[in-house]
T-cell receptor, first 114, second 114 residues
Framework: GDSVTQMEGPVTLSEEAFLTINCTYT??????LFWYVQYPGEGLQLLLK?????DKGSNKGFEATYRKETTSFHLEKGSVQVSDSAVYFC?????????????FGKGTKLSVKP | ETGVTQSPTHLIKTRGQQVTLRCSSQ?????VSWYQQALGQGPQFIFQ???????GRGNFPPRFSGLQFPNYSSELNVNALELDDSALYLC?????????????FGEGSRLTVL
């Protein structure tokens, strides 16, 4: 079935460092791809999305490009801030089966130190 | 526009008890999904309701049950609680039956089973 694999954390960076969180997927066809973020003590919120190959999703300085050749959707940010400390989840829609409307990766915890 | 709200935010139960969690969907949304997020894991789909009918279920036992009301709010009921039921329970709302992958999450109800 469809699945998402993302790099395991935790990831600890200093403020203004460059961030990459890897995500690869297995899916039939070319689904939309998502990054959700969960700040401490909060629910998940959509960070960015891409709906087709070569699309770049962006929001709050974060970017991710939908690469069908490598089945990847890596999250990047050029200069992280302490406020970016959160857990990041890569996800794709499930169009069948019993996995619900979104299939999530296990999450990558990011801690940014001042 | 009112977002997704969940109650209670925290609760403690003992093994064998029953619990009811509540969710009010975002204004204009008629689909509600419930997810279980164990510590350090990604959310796992429990079930989804669309216009008061169950519209998909994940790999959870029958002691996990739910309801959706005419105003599209929803309940998650768990009977015969087990220690492994300790988790953050997330409600997410969306609009329509089509799976766009864009969900709006509440902050969750954290259940601890002793």
């Amino acid at each position: 079935g469809d699945s998402v694999t993302q790099m395991e954390g935790p990831v600890t960076l200093s403020e203004e460092a460059f961030l990459t969180i890897n995500c690869t997927y297995t899916a039939t066809g070319y689904p939309s791809l998502f990054w959700y973020v969960q700040y401490p003590g909060e629910g998940l919120q959509l960070l960015l999305k891409a709906t087709k190959a070569d699309d770049k999703g962006s929001n709050k300085g974060f970017e991710a490009t939908y690469r069908k050749e490598t089945t990847s959707f890596h999250l990047e940010k050029g200069s992280v801030q302490v406020s970016d400390s959160a857990v990041y989840f890569c996800a794709l829609p499930n169009y069948g089966g019993s996995q619900g409307n979104l299939i999530f990766g296990k999450g990558t915890k990011l801690s940014v130190k001042p | 526009e009112t977002g997704v709200t969940q109650s209670p935010t925290h609760l403690i139960k003992t093994r064998g008890q029953q619990v009811t969690l509540r969710c009010s969907s975002q204004s204009g949304h008629n689909t509600v999904s419930w997810y279980q997020q164990a510590l350090g894991q990604g959310p796992q789909f429990i079930f989804q309701y669309y216009r008061e009918e169950e519209n998909g279920r994940g790999n959870f036992p029958p002691r996990f049950s739910g309801l959706q009301f005419p105003n599209y709010s929803s309940e998650l009921n768990v009977n015969a609680l087990e220690l492994d039921d300790s988790a953050l329970y997330l409600c997410a709302s969306s609009s329509g039956r089509a799976n766009t992958g864009e969900l709006f999450f509440g902050e969750g109800s954290r259940l601890t089973v002793l």
